[in-house]
């Protein structure tokens, strides 16, 4: 029951998740295009080769996934996962053109070792599964709520000295609270709530996922203000510590333009979508446009559906 082991046995159980989910997912494929080929001869042949994973073992999994989540075992948790190489087609870009953030590589190229966050691994797994069921519906909603809605120790990588030795480069905790989802991660929760919301036949599903989306919003947003008023506190302590020096109000002023010129960068220049205050603002941004396109595609789905037949041809 050491960490190592400790580790190991996480890694291994993301693997076999992520394996399910793919193969979930394959499956489900390949009956639509059985199906639409017009005839279900065959379907349950090919369900017995290929081997899906069943709903409630799939649906178990992901509820084993919330549990680690919701118990803070795989809080600060990154694990060494094969190769930058081998990673990088399947490296995501979230809405503002940026790669996910909180992994790390050793050199990034080369087949050298690949650092992921271990909650990332999952959410990306289970956001590609199968979720047509009404049991996994519910126990994805369970584990991207809880998933989004934590806080845990952030995490950086120490510098190593020269003369050590390269043994072990995975990040370690720090003092500072730091969300569990960010950026693409995020947003890939945020589409999975709607979609599920959207498509879903089940009415608890609809209502739980609505509940899950709300919540979700709600969470990234408050922590953008409490990101602003720490910063406005902040500036408050620093100018008071400099009035007590002899400053006076021109501290306060310098400080005051120092935080207006950081606002006012952040929406302008060429890398305007990187030069947000702080990642919380980035993470609500990035809500705040996902939902307006998801709204935009759900009102023009809603205007299709509405507009009337045109009248047929008077003979």
Same mark, same amino acid.
């Given at each position: 029951?050491?960490?190592?082991?400790?580790?190991?046995?996480?890694?291994?159980?993301?693997?076999?998740?992520?394996?399910?989910?793919?193969?979930? #997912?394959?499956?489900?494929?390949?009956?639509?295009?059985?199906?639409?080929?017009?005839?279900?001869?065959?379907?349950?042949?090919?369900?017995?080769?290929?081997?899906?994973?069943?709903?409630? *073992?799939?649906?178990?999994?992901?509820?084993?996934?919330?549990?680690?989540?919701?118990?803070?075992?795989?809080?600060? *948790?990154?694990?060494?996962?094969?190769? #930058?190489?081998?990673?990088?087609?399947?490296?995501?870009?979230?809405?503002?053109?940026?790669?996910?953030?909180?992994?790390?590589?050793?050199?990034?190229?080369?087949?050298?070792?690949l650092i992921k966050k271990a909650v990332?691994?999952?959410?990306?797994?289970?956001?590609?599964?199968?979720?047509?069921?009404?049991?996994?519906?519910?126990?994805?909603?369970?584990?991207?709520?809880?998933?989004?809605?934590?806080?845990?120790?952030?995490?950086?990588?120490a510098p190593k000295d020269k003369g050590?030795?390269?043994?072990?480069?995975?990040?370690?905790?720090?003092?500072?609270?730091?969300?569990?989802?960010?950026?693409?991660?995020?947003?890939?929760?945020?589409?999975?709530?709607?979609?599920?919301?959207?498509?879903?036949?089940?009415?608890?599903?609809?209502?739980?996922?609505?509940?899950?989306?709300?919540?979700?919003?709600?969470?990234?947003? #408050?922590?953008?203000?409490?990101?602003?008023?720490?910063?406005?506190?902040?500036?408050?302590?620093?100018?008071?510590?400099?009035?007590?020096?002899?400053?006076?109000?021109?501290?306060?002023?310098?400080?005051?333009?120092?935080?207006?010129?950081?606002?006012?960068?952040?929406?302008?220049?060429?890398?305007?979508?990187?030069?947000?205050?702080?990642?919380?603002?980035?993470?609500?941004?990035?809500?705040?446009?996902? *939902?307006?396109?998801?709204?935009?595609?759900?009102?023009?789905?809603? #205007?299709?559906?509405?507009?009337?037949?045109?009248?047929?041809?008077?003979?």
């Amino acid at each position: 029951d050491s960490p190592a082991l400790a580790r190991t046995s996480v890694a291994s159980f993301v693997r076999l998740l992520a394996t399910w989910c793919r193969s979930s #997912a394959e499956t489900a494929s390949l009956l639509r295009e059985m199906e639409e080929e017009g005839g279900n001869n065959g379907v349950v042949a090919t369900q017995q080769a290929v081997g899906p994973v069943g709903e409630e *073992l799939l649906a178990m999994a992901i509820d084993a996934a919330s549990g680690l989540v919701a118990h803070g075992c795989l809080d600060d *948790l990154y694990l060494r996962m094969g190769t #930058a190489e081998d990673d990088d087609d399947d490296e995501d870009e979230d809405d503002a053109g940026e790669t996910t953030d909180g992994e790390a590589s050793k050199g990034g190229k080369g087949g050298e070792d690949l650092i992921k966050k271990a909650v990332n691994m999952l959410v990306e797994s289970i956001c590609a599964a199968d979720l047509s069921s009404e049991r996994t519906e519910l126990s994805a909603l369970k584990f991207l709520l809880t998933t989004g809605c934590r806080t845990a120790a952030a995490a950086t990588v120490a510098p190593k000295d020269k003369g050590e030795e390269e043994e072990e480069d995975v990040p370690g905790p720090t003092a500072q609270s730091e969300p569990m989802l960010r950026g693409t991660h995020l947003l890939q929760a945020v589409r999975v709530c709607s979609q599920i919301y959207l498509n879903t036949e089940i009415e608890s599903n609809r209502t739980t996922a609505k509940a899950a989306l709300q919540q979700l919003v709600i969470t990234v947003f #408050a922590r953008m203000e409490r990101s602003i008023e720490r910063a406005e506190l902040e500036d408050r302590v620093a100018a008071a510590a400099r009035a007590a020096e002899g400053g006076g109000d021109n501290g306060e002023r310098s400080s005051s333009r120092r935080h207006n010129r950081a606002n006012s960068s952040s929406s302008s220049g060429p890398n305007a979508a990187t030069a947000f205050p702080t990642q919380d603002h980035r993470d609500a941004y990035l809500i705040l446009r996902s *939902l307006c396109k998801l709204s935009m595609q759900t009102a023009a789905s809603s #205007a299709r559906q509405l507009t009337p037949p045109p009248p047929a041809a008077a003979a």
